[in-house]
């Protein structure tokens, strides 16, 4: 059966640092991958999506970036963090054939 | 994909059916309706999706409006771990990237 990982689970960071969040699936092969974010009582905004290995899509600009190493990594990552970067990181994958999506147990980014 | 509009909150008692609505009047041919639900501070879960039939699984029914223009989602017997917040999006599928937003949602209250 498929899983998917994130971590950390929890993430405090004073504002101007760096950031590093990874996802990771096992179980299935060239998945689609996602980034959301969330704001407390809020939806999902979609950040980023990839298709495969090296291919990103960004939906919104922003401090954030992402990258996909590994046909099963997703990495999430900013140079320096703002206050406004706080929020539940969610990552997800499906398959191309398929659209019903499967999301990861979130980071929570607190940015002080 | 299409917008979809929601009511902000319901609640529920247990044991009864939760009714929850979904405006998508500007749904296209192709679009599928799907229905997530998010537990407090956990990954989006997904229960059901259809095209325009009624559908039905384990967790809850789906009916869709003729003209497609609006669904329900029913979940039959609701329970006070079917508190959470539902959301429904419209996405077309099969799609290599299912670039969605999900809207706000409604939170369900179940209530003993």
């Known amino acids: 059966s498929q899983t998917i990982h994130q971590w950390p689970a929890t993430l405090v960071q004073p504002v101007g640092s760096p950031l590093s969040l990874e996802c990771t699936v096992e179980?299935?092969?060239?998945?689609?991958l996602y980034w959301y974010r969330q704001a407390a009582g809020r939806g999902l905004q979609l950040l980023f999506y990839?298709?495969?290995?090296?291919?990103i899509s960004s939906e919104v600009p922003q401090n954030l970036s992402a990258s996909r190493p590994q046909d099963r990594q997703f990495i999430l990552s900013s140079k320096k963090l703002l206050l406004s970067d706080s929020g539940f990181y969610l990552c997800?994958?499906?398959?191309?054939?398929?659209?019903?999506?499967?999301f990861g147990p979130g980071t929570r980014l607190t940015v002080l | 994909d299409a917008k979809t509009t929601q009511p902000t909150s319901m609640d529920c008692a247990e044991g009864r059916a939760a009714n929850l609505p979904c405006n998508h009047s500007?749904?296209?041919?192709?679009?599928?309706v799907y229905w997530y639900r998010q537990i407090h501070s956990q990954g989006p879960q997904y229960i059901i999706h259809?095209?325009?039939n009624n559908e039905t699984n384990e967790m809850a029914s789906l009916i869709i409006t003729e003209d497609r223009k609006s669904s329900t989602l029913i979940l039959p017997h609701a329970t006070l771990r079917d508190t959470a917040v539902y959301y429904c999006?419209?996405?077309?599928?099969?799609?290599?990237?299912?670039?969605?937003?999900f809207g706000d949602g409604t939170t369900l209250t179940v209530k003993p």
């Open positions: 997800a994958w499906n398959r191309g054939s398929t659209d019903t999506q499967y």
């Open positions: 179980g299935t092969s060239n998945p689609n």
């Open positions: 990839s298709v495969g290995i090296g291919q």
């Open positions: 500007t749904i296209s041919g192709n679009e599928y």
């Open positions: 259809g095209l325009k």
């Open positions: 999006i419209v996405r077309a599928s099969p799609a290599n990237a299912g670039k969605s937003t």
